[in-house]
């Protein structure tokens, strides 16, 4: 069993490359208690299905006999060419490197139109998105320089950690670079003619699904998931699903010709996902100023849980934190903070990165 923790404090740090950051920085560290605990603290994931190739999805097939000629010539006529937009990269493709400008180039994962691909160019709003089809997709594809920064999901506010990044951040040897939060607005879509109430069944991610529930229930539509909502958004318009919508972003609806019924779906209007922004190369803050520490480890009242399957005796399990406070590693207090709890605590200790907060959210 593994627990984060996150903790905070403050400072002063100029800005490098995001132009609508804060001047705070932010550290995040890593702390274990034991090595070896982070191995196993891994998400689930899910396998992608991608378009019509090897989708168990039961959508495509029931199609042409539910849909009128008219309907589908429409459909025919506004359905953008989806062979024109990036495909995601996968670890087969690593070996080609592409050709480029002078873009930054950013990696995340998710189909062109997703959330991810939002806070991507919400972060560098010029760059050129790097599509991938897993998170370590996009940490790879900065490791191997084919993209410059990867753009990925560390929480949410409504449904908490993604443990998946978290895990990979420490698999992995790139740095914390930025933060970016992002406004989630989700929006109901459907193929071009189609009104909300011919809607059978909507698509989506688990978490767009899940924080849409009560217009979904409303609606009386089955829920479908999928790996990430603009590819959702892509395999209705490429198996012309006349009786799903897709929940996904505004710009999904423009890049695979489908139309908005209904906007701001979710159940909670403040609804933020936080990125984190990674980089091969840490930032080097230089300030001198901070503000407080919250809460660090205690020494003489370490965390313990009860081991139901040792009669409900009081055992210790090591741990594995997740620190993220505000402050600059090139501040002596911060430096002292970390160097105390690697001497006296932890065994094991790792900066994930040194960022500017994100004051735009
Ligand atoms: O599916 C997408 O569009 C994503 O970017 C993924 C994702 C997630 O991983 O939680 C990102 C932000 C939103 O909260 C919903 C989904």
Redesign the pocket.
């Given at each position: 069993m593994a627990v984060k923790n996150l903790i905070n404090l403050g400072c002063l740090f100029p800005q490098v490359g995001c132009a609508q950051f804060s001047e705070k920085p932010s550290v995040y560290a890593c702390l274990g208690l034991k090595c070896s605990e982070f191995i196993g603290f891994s998400g689930n994931h899910a396998i992608r299905c991608l378009g019509d190739q090897n989708c168990s999805s039961n959508s495509a097939s029931e199609l042409p006999s539910v849909v009128d000629n008219r309907e589908s010539s429409l459909a025919n006529k506004l359905q953008k060419d989806l062979t024109s937009l990036p495909r995601p990269l996968s670890v087969s493709d690593f070996s080609t490197f592409p050709s480029h400008g002078s873009k930054v180039r950013v990696s995340f994962?998710?189909e062109p139109g997703?959330?991810?691909?939002d806070a991507a160019l919400k972060a560098y709003p010029q760059c050129e998105t790097v599509p991938c089809n897993e998170f370590e997709d996009a940490f790879k594809a900065v490791e191997l320089w084919i993209a410059d920064r990867a753009v990925l999901?560390i929480e949410?506010s409504l449904s908490g950690s993604?443990h998946r990044n978290y895990d990979l951040l420490l698999r992995h040897r790139l740095h914390i670079v930025g933060e970016v939060q992002?406004p989630?607005n989700f929006c109901l879509l459907a193929l071009p003619g189609i009104p909300l109430e011919r809607l059978k069944r909507v698509l989506s991610?688990p978490?767009?699904l899940a924080q849409s529930d009560n217009f979904l229930s409303k609606l009386g539509v089955v829920r479908e998931n999928f790996e990430?909502?603009?590819g959702a958004a892509q395999l209705v318009v490429s198996k012309r699903m006349f009786d799903a919508g897709v929940i996904?972003?505004a710009r999904a609806a423009e890049i695979y010709g489908l139309n908005i019924v209904a906007k701001a779906i979710q159940d909670e209007p403040d609804n933020f996902?936080r990125f984190i922004i990674l980089a091969r190369d840490p930032i080097i803050p230089r300030t001198d100023k901070a503000f407080k520490i919250e809460s660090r480890p205690q020494r003489k009242q370490p965390l313990r849980v009860v081991d139901d399957s040792n009669n409900g005796t009081a055992k210790y399990f090591d741990y594995l934190f997740y620190i993220d406070f505000e402050a600059s590693m090139a501040e002596s207090r911060a430096q002292n903070a970390l160097g105390h709890l690697q001497q006296e605590f932890a065994t094991f200790l790792r900066i994930l990165g040194s960022y500017p907060i994100d004051a735009a959210a």
């Open positions: 994962k998710g997703s959330y991810s691909e999901p949410n993604i992002l989630v991610h978490q767009a990430d909502t603009a996904a972003t996902t």
